[in-house]
Antibody
Framework: QVQLQESGPGLVKPSQTLSLTCTVS??????????WNWIRQPAGKGLEWLGR???????IYSPSLKSRVTISVDTSKNQFSLKLTSVTAADTAVYYC????????????WGQGTMVTVSS | DIQMTQSPSSVSASVGDRVTITCRAS??????LAWYQQKPGTAPKLLIY???SLQSGVPSRFSGSGSGTDFTLTISSLQPEDFATYYC?????????FGQGTRLEIK
């Protein structure tokens, strides 16, 4: 049973970089059958897709965040990561990592989510 | 970007009721639509993808229909565990976008 687990600081100062990691257990991140995604949800609000990394290492990002977001993968650790630069209070949210099956863009497995607050 | 609009934003219903939630895309997305259920403090759960295909383990009282721009999620007979927020999501083109959610509350 594949599971995803987010980790990282729960508090980030404005203008700094938010860094999160998603650890994949129960399966290999290198399997070509899946895409690996980051999604966030501000408190009481809807879901926003941030971007994706393929097992090839190719990435695609949401245009609204493209200049600030980087997603990378470490296959040796079975992890993928999110970096979001120049954060503001508007970036305060629960951040989820999620898997999509190759050939689809629906998210079948999600991490439990991690709350990140941007505040000085 | 493709805008996804759900209606209603919230609905109150009783156990045993039939409930329908609508999702409209700002442009045609064929059948590339997913539905999720989210309970407070938990991650969303994939219910249906593509538009009318129930995911494994999802009760048969859930059903989805539609194609192009108009889609519906129907719960045929509400159970206590169905009270949650439901989101639609288009999987047609990037960026991937979600509806604003429909909160299903107990009457």
């Amino acid at each position: 049973q594949v599971q995803l687990q987010e980790s990282g600081p729960g508090l980030v100062k404005p203008s700094q970089t938010l860094s999160l990691t998603c650890t994949v257990s129960g399966g290999s991140i290198s399997s070509g059958n899946y895409y690996w995604n980051w999604i966030r949800q501000p408190a009481g609000k809807g879901l926003e897709w941030l971007g994706r990394i393929y097992t090839s290492g190719n990435t695609i990002y949401s245009p609204s965040l493209k200049s600030r977001v980087t997603i990378s993968v470490d296959t040796s650790k079975n992890q993928f990561s999110l970096k979001l630069t120049s954060v503001t209070a508007a970036d305060t949210a629960v951040y989820y990592c999620a898997r999509a099956i190759s050939g689809t863009d629906a998210f079948d497995i999600w991490g439990q989510g991690t709350m990140v607050t941007v505040s000085s | 970007d493709i805008q996804m609009t759900q209606s209603p934003s919230s609905v109150s219903a009783s156990v045993g009721d039939r409930v329908t939630i609508t999702c409209r895309a700002s442009q045609g997305i064929s059948s590339w639509l997913a539905w999720y259920q989210q309970k407070p403090g938990t991650a969303p759960k994939l219910l249906i993808y593509p538009a009318s295909s129930l995911q494994s383990g999802v009760p048969s009282r859930f059903s989805g229909s539609g194609s192009g721009t108009d889609f519906t999620l129907t719960i045929s007979s509400l159970q206590p565990e169905d009270f949650a927020t439901y989101y639609c999501q288009q999987a047609h083109s990037f960026p991937i976008t979600f509806g604003q959610g429909t909160r299903l509350e107990i009457k």
